[in-house]
């Protein structure tokens, strides 16, 4: 599993793990980075499952290259995720909450490893308790004179305090209605870049628990995740 794979594994699912904490209750006229905090703190008790449609982003500073991607995006409570990788290739990242599995047809194989391990850091502290944003992050507006850019979303800044190589940075734009994540962009500490754009948002739809594990198809290599 080439490094490049390995960070954008574990670039998604902390995304996934914002978008659950970001998506709820409408956030009427907050405006104050309190008042957006505790929105974010409250939300995450109320959301069981979330599905979304997603376009990417990878930014390779060494290389000097770009590769877009699109996709889908299935949440639920209990650490449990699914994107399903349509454009430029197929591939699957699914979590029942305990087993990481990242299938890429093309190789025929599969890569796993246990969830816990897959997710360390602050995406793994956050599947214990989402509701804890200050206590994983240093949180601040993007830009504190003017917190709403062009786009009229609320954009917050995120500093892990402890960082990690595939994690130095997240910047996330929430629509200041709905708590939506219209945008997130991870930053590594190597200067690269993977961002995404969140549509056609459904929540709490009850999905089932059959959709977060994977078993492989027959002849497929399985590899451990490293």
């Given at each position: 599993?080439?490094?490049?794979?390995?960070?954008?594994a574990?670039?998604?699912?902390?995304?996934?793990?914002?978008?659950?904490?970001?998506?709820?209750?409408?956030?009427?006229?907050?405006?104050?980075?309190?008042?957006?905090?505790?929105?974010?703190?409250?939300?995450?008790?109320?959301?069981?499952?979330l599905?979304?449609?997603?376009?990417?982003?990878?930014?390779?500073?060494?290389?000097?290259?770009?590769?877009?991607?699109?996709g889908?995006?299935?949440?639920?409570?209990?650490?449990?995720?699914?994107?399903?990788?349509?454009?430029?290739?197929?591939?699957?990242?699914?979590?029942?909450?305990?087993?990481?599995?990242?299938?890429?047809?093309?190789?025929?194989?599969?890569?796993?490893?246990?969830a816990?391990?897959?997710?360390?850091?602050?995406?793994?502290?956050?599947?214990?308790?989402?509701?804890?944003?200050?206590?994983?992050?240093?949180?601040?507006?993007?830009?504190?004179?003017?917190?709403?850019?062009?786009?009229?979303?609320?954009?917050?800044?995120?500093?892990?305090?402890?960082?990690q190589?595939?994690?130095?940075?997240?910047?996330?734009?929430?629509?200041?209605?709905?708590?939506?994540?219209?945008?997130?962009?991870?930053?590594?500490?190597?200067?690269?870049t993977?961002?995404?754009?969140?549509?056609?948002?459904?929540?709490?739809?009850?999905?089932?628990?059959r959709?977060?594990t994977?078993?492989p198809?027959?002849?497929?290599?399985?590899?451990?995740?490293?």
């Open positions: 599993m080439g490094a490049m794979t390995r960070s954008l574990r670039a998604v699912v902390i995304l996934c793990v914002a978008c659950a904490a970001l998506t709820a209750t409408p956030a009427g006229a907050a405006t104050s980075l309190d008042d957006v905090i505790q929105g974010l703190e409250s939300a995450y008790g109320r959301l069981n499952d599905r979304a449609d997603f376009s990417q982003t990878s930014f390779n500073k060494s290389l000097n290259s770009t590769i877009p991607a699109k889908t995006v299935y949440l639920k409570k209990g650490g449990k995720l699914r994107w399903d990788y349509t454009e430029p290739s197929k591939q699957e990242i699914v979590s029942d909450g305990k087993t990481l599995w990242v299938y890429t047809p093309a190789l025929n194989q599969v890569n796993t490893g246990p816990p391990e897959a997710l360390a850091g602050p995406a793994g502290s956050f599947l214990a308790g989402l509701g804890r944003l200050r206590e994983h992050f240093a949180v601040r507006f993007l830009n504190p004179a003017q917190p709403v850019d062009g786009d009229g979303s609320v954009v917050l800044d995120l500093t892990p305090k402890q960082p190589p595939t994690l130095a940075r997240l910047i996330l734009a929430l629509d200041p209605k709905t708590w939506e994540v219209r945008k997130a962009i991870i930053h590594d500490q190597f200067e690269n993977v961002t995404m754009q969140f549509t056609k948002m459904a929540l709490n739809t009850g999905l089932a628990d959709l977060f994977f078993v198809p027959s002849g497929v290599a399985t590899v451990p995740l490293r």
